[in-house]
């Protein structure tokens, strides 16, 4: 796992190649948050050419369905908050996959074919968007960048006399309500689309699980007679990784096809679980992520992803998992990084410059 500062780095330059693939090539990552259209990653700042109106423009280059496209018209900071939580989801997606055999490739061909089977991977596709999209929404309320709400009205904390409502928190019931209704319940005769909507809503539950509440003592002394205290949502980088337990402790749901037509249908309850008390309903009641096909290896390139030939692992944590038994390359390397730094009076840090040489290994064809 990454240190703070580290992470820090990674982040700044995963997103700094995101945005620089975007503007090389015609890129898109679709999490299900449009239901049949890619969501194009854009910029975070929209154009200056048409400020009053660039709502509209960037509402309609997402290629958003009919019902989505006018809950984006109606506030201009929905669209600015799509792309972000699409970015947000995307750089998550790949930092929590960067030691496994999928690493979150996104590419289109590859996103394409993933997307149209139910593997564990599309799952967490479907949940990390849908949070993505309900954090960024809150965040963006208690920023101001909204013009539909706000911070987050008092909730029903206890002892409502021993403190007062103050700061600004994030509006996570206005988030979740809106992104229940953009991303929308399909029929229930359409096993597909109950799974995903089922793992859209884990996502949004993931997000409210991690809702604290932050107080300030505002007493003589320190005595807190009165508090300051408003809600704050978890770092999106907590949600990553709750969300990849999920995704590591998935459940497979069956379904019954006719095999003359393929057609599928009801869902059979989870393994090594019963229907619930009615039978109705055999998804699990619990947030846990659900998925209908088993994954694929992704050892070999194949049209869900490029296989892990030429990926770089860590001997000891990882080169014999990701290169599928087929052996690493080791190459040995020189670089030159700062050490021995010390903060100097005032106001910089010296530091000496370092050479050593490093092992990378990557996996074999």
């Keep these: 796992m990454l240190d703070g500062p580290l992470l820090a780095r990674w982040l ?19 999490f299900g948050l449009t239901g049949s259209e890619p969501l194009t990653i854009l ?68 996103r394409a074919s993933l997307l149209k089977r ?25 920023a101001g960048r909204m013009e539909r709400c706000t911070c987050d009205e008092a ?31 399909r029929s229930s005769k359409d096993l597909r689309a109950r799974v995903d909507f089922h793992n859209n809503l884990v996502g949004v539950k993931v997000i409210k699980a991690g809702v604290e509440t932050t107080c300030k003592c505002h007493g003589v002394s320190g005595s807190c007679t009165v508090r300051t205290c408003w809600r704050q949502l978890a770092p999106f980088h907590e949600v990553g ?38 039978g109705s309903d055999p998804l699990p009641r619990t947030p846990e992520l659900v998925h209908l096909d088993d994954s694929p290896s992704f050892c070999l390139a194949s049209r869900f992803s490029p296989g ?27 670089v030159t990084r700062p050490c021995q730094c010390q903060v100097r009076w005032c106001c910089y840090v010296e530091c000496r410059q370092c050479t050593q040489r490093e092992e990378v290994y990557t996996c074999k064809g």
């Design 43 to 110: 910029p975070l700042t929209l154009e200056p050419e048409a400020a009053a109106q660039a709502h509209y423009k960037a509402c309609d280059r997402l290629k958003l369905e009919r019902k989505q496209r006018r809950m984006c018209r109606r506030d201009p900071g929905v669209a600015e908050t799509l792309v972000e939580a699409v970015s947000m989801s995307a750089l998550e997606c790949q930092y929590q996959f960067r030691f496994e055999r999928w690493n979150c490739t996104l590419e289109g061909r590859y």
């Design 308 to 334: 892990t030939a030429g990926r770089r692992c860590h001997r000891e944590k990882n080169c014999e998992s990701i290169c599928c038994g087929r052996g690493h390359n080791t190459q040995s390397r020189v």
């Design 241 to 278: 990784k709750r969300l990849k337990h999920k995704y590591e402790t998935a459940l497979k749901v069956g379904s019954t096809t006719n095999e003359a037509t393929g057609e599928a249908g009801a869902i059979s309850p989870p393994r090594g679980r019963a229907a619930g008390a009615g």
């Design 118 to 142: 139910g593997f564990k991977e599309t799952a967490f596709l479907y949940a990390i968007s849908s949070a993505g999209l309900t954090h960024a929404l809150a965040k963006a309320c208690s």
């Design 155 to 185: 909730p029903d904390l206890e002892n409502r006399e021993a403190w007062q409502w103050g700061g600004c928190g994030d509006n996570l019931k206005y988030s979740s309500k809106f992104v229940k209704e953009f991303l929308g319940r």
């Design 12 to 30: 700044a330059a995963a997103f700094a190649l995101t945005l620089l693939l975007a503007a090389l090539r015609p890129s898109a990552a679709y």
